[in-house]
């Protein structure tokens, strides 16, 4: 009785929705009847559809609080055309299936790219294209999905947890198809790592309900703002990514294949570079665009909100990596690989750690799901820092 906001109060100087199981008391006369009886009906009704299959009552009560909704509604615009569309979007299941193909186009994509470091042939080319076209049909289908979510809400996709990470895959997959020319493997490791950012979007502490707008982000610079430091972490990610693979192919450096390993592992890295360098850009103009928007909303450009705090520390943390290889003694391809790597954790920070652990104007809540998710970062760190050792050792013994 309380998960469905139902009867607009016509004379409401708030616009508000109530739903069935509210104070219904602010409706008087005929109207008070109306919003306290017709849901109990309908639920009565749906009681008596589940043990005779025949949902005509209930389809006709449904319409009764629809006519009563179009009568005193006068300020939200309810469009037919956007709840046929919202019913058709939920069944197509988007980004469920763009996760897949990412996931599995993209695994194969990383084995054939690393396949093809030692050896090259005709049909490992033309897999790769054929590889490509796939992602890129599954790339303009997640756009596609964004898009009817943009419809549907009326609002830039990108306003909540979920919607950000659906666009912060989408991202990451676009700023690999910007490398595919230089890096198959740059290339493979976004698809892959865009599924799996659709994997978490899809995970149960996600709300992937389209719900209206709260006051503040009724802005067009929710559009601007969020759109432009959102894509930054999609770089960001491919860096670390980069960084991951690099150290990997450090740890199994050898003699027979050092030689090859060593130009694969230079050209990635100046790959990564790039990535960090348009990253730290967008992440430094998306701050500044928020400094904007916050002016605008609360008056102020800055006030070490926590959000604001950590988007600043990751700029300056990225600002360290891009300029690491100035310093004679840290120019080295396995500290900026590492640093690449490690820097990610303020991104993940900057996201996750502010919204839901921490109190401030960007926060989301607490959810008592999302404390899961330190059993993985503490995996993820365990797995960054074996290959640390591992990679300095072989890198510094063999090359």
Same mark, same amino acid.
């Given at each position: 009785h309380q998960m469905l906001n139902l009867f607009p109060k016509e004379d409401d100087p708030n616009h508000k929705w109530y739903a069935p199981g509210d104070d219904l008391s602010a409706f008087t006369g005929k109207d008070s009847m109306f919003v306290s009886r017709i849901f109990d009906w309908y639920l009565g009704e749906v009681q008596e559809g589940l043990k005779s299959g025949d949902w005509a009552?209930?389809?006709?009560?449904?319409?009764?609080?629809d006519t009563y909704q179009q009568a005193k509604n006068k300020t939200l615009d309810i469009s037919p055309k956007r709840m046929q569309a919202e019913l058709k979007y939920n069944k197509m299941d988007?980004?469920?299936?763009?996760?897949?193909?990412?996931?599995?186009l993209g695994g194969l994509l990383l084995v054939l790219s690393f396949a093809m470091l030692f050896r090259r042939t005709r049909w490992m080319k033309v897999a790769v294209w054929l590889l490509g076209a796939g992602v890129l049909v599954v790339f303009h289908y997640h756009m596609f999905g964004m898009g009817m979510r943009w419809y549907i809400g009326g609002y830039a996709p990108w306003s909540n947890?979920?919607?950000?990470?659906?666009?912060? &895959?989408?991202?990451?997959?676009?700023? &690999?198809l910007l490398f595919v020319r230089r890096s198959t493997i740059t290339f493979a490791l976004a698809t892959l790592f865009g599924g799996i950012i659709l994997f978490v979007s899809g995970l149960n502490w996600m709300d992937p309900e389209i719900?209206? *707008?709260?006051?503040? *982000?009724k802005s067009p610079w929710l559009m601007f703002h969020v759109a432009v430091i959102v894509a930054a972490y999609g770089f960001f990610g491919i860096s670390c990514l980069i960084g991951l693979t690099n150290m990997v192919m450090m740890s199994v450096a050898g003699k027979k294949n050092k030689e090859i390993l060593k130009a694969r592992i230079s050209e990635l890295s100046i790959v990564g570079e790039m990535a960090l360098w348009v990253g730290l850009a967008l992440m430094t103009v998306g701050t500044f665009l928020g400094a904007v928007w916050a002016n605008e909303s609360w008056g102020r450009y800055w006030g070490w909100d926590p959000k604001e705090t950590w988007a600043l520390i990751t700029m300056v943390v990225y600002a360290v990596v891009t300029h690491?290889?100035?310093?004679k003694r840290w120019n080295s391809l396995w500290l900026f690989n590492l640093a690449s790597v490690i820097?990610?954790?303020?991104?993940?920070?900057?996201?996750? &750690?502010?919204n839901y652990f921490l109190s401030g104007m960007h926060s989301y809540g607490q959810n008592d799901n999302v404390h899961g998710i330190f059993t993985y970062l503490y995996i993820a760190l365990g797995v960054v820092v074996i290959l640390a050792v591992l990679s300095y050792r072989r890198w510094k013994m063999k090359v």
């Open positions: 009552k209930a389809d006709e009560v449904v319409g009764m609080i988007v980004f469920r299936y763009c996760k897949i193909g990412y996931l599995v947890s979920y919607e950000t990470m659906v666009y912060v &895959g989408w991202a990451t997959v676009f700023a &690999g719900n209206p *707008l709260v006051p503040v *982000l690491l290889h100035l310093v820097a990610f954790a303020s991104v993940l920070m900057t996201f996750f &750690g502010v």
